[in-house]
């Protein structure tokens, strides 16, 4: 059965999310992109760990990381954290071991419960926003689909099929309507 805790203070489950980065990665080394973002050792500036420990991303309620979890250990880990004035980003980081992958997981344990995050501190902001990696385009289908936004409501949602700038990187994105 699976289970999602929200982590409000990360720091205090390094341990815990490290353990996860060591597995993520022995199960992904080829992906590029999975070995610097779920880098273990926090040096790449684009890791979770790195995230966690060296921004403040994390820090007095401007990022959670929610990871999932399945017989106490964490199959699926993301975070949500608050990007400027004006934008939040959803789904940071994602990442789920291989066994565990499936649409369901994604939306109904990550999203959702991120939203919960998001749907609190989202006064301020004027954007919320997902970014998807061009390595992970593919998962830009299961945004469009039909099933997804019935199952997701009263969310509303745009994807965008043209890439932005974000943090370096040129990624497609998911805009939510707050």
Not at 62 to 85: A, C, F, H, L, M
Not at 125 to 149: F, Q
Not at 163 to 178: A, L, P
Request: hydrophobic share 35%.
């Amino acid at each position: 059965m699976y289970d999602i805790k929200i982590m409000y203070n990360p720091v205090d489950n390094i341990k815990e999310i490290k353990d996860f980065c060591y597995t993520a990665i022995s199960q992904d080394r080829t992906k590029k992109h999975i070995k610097r973002n779920m880098d273990p050792t926090g040096i790449s500036n684009s890791s979770l760990i790195y995230r966690i420990l060296k921004t403040d991303k994390y820090k007095n309620n401007r990022g959670i990381i929610t990871p999932v979890y399945y017989n106490g250990k964490i199959v699926s880990i993301s975070g949500s954290e608050i990007y400027n004035d004006d934008i939040i980003i959803m789904g940071k980081r994602y990442f789920t071991l291989r066994e565990h992958r499936h649409k369901q997981l994604f939306l109904r344990y990550m999203i959702l419960n991120q939203w919960i995050w998001v749907d609190f501190v989202k006064k301020q902001h004027s954007l919320i926003i997902t970014t998807i990696n061009e390595e992970d385009k593919g998962i830009l289908r299961l945004w469009k689909k039909e099933k997804v936004r019935k199952f997701l409501y009263p969310l509303k949602y745009k994807v965008n099929d043209n890439k932005s700038f974000i943090e370096g990187v040129e990624q497609y994105t998911v805009e939510f309507y707050i």
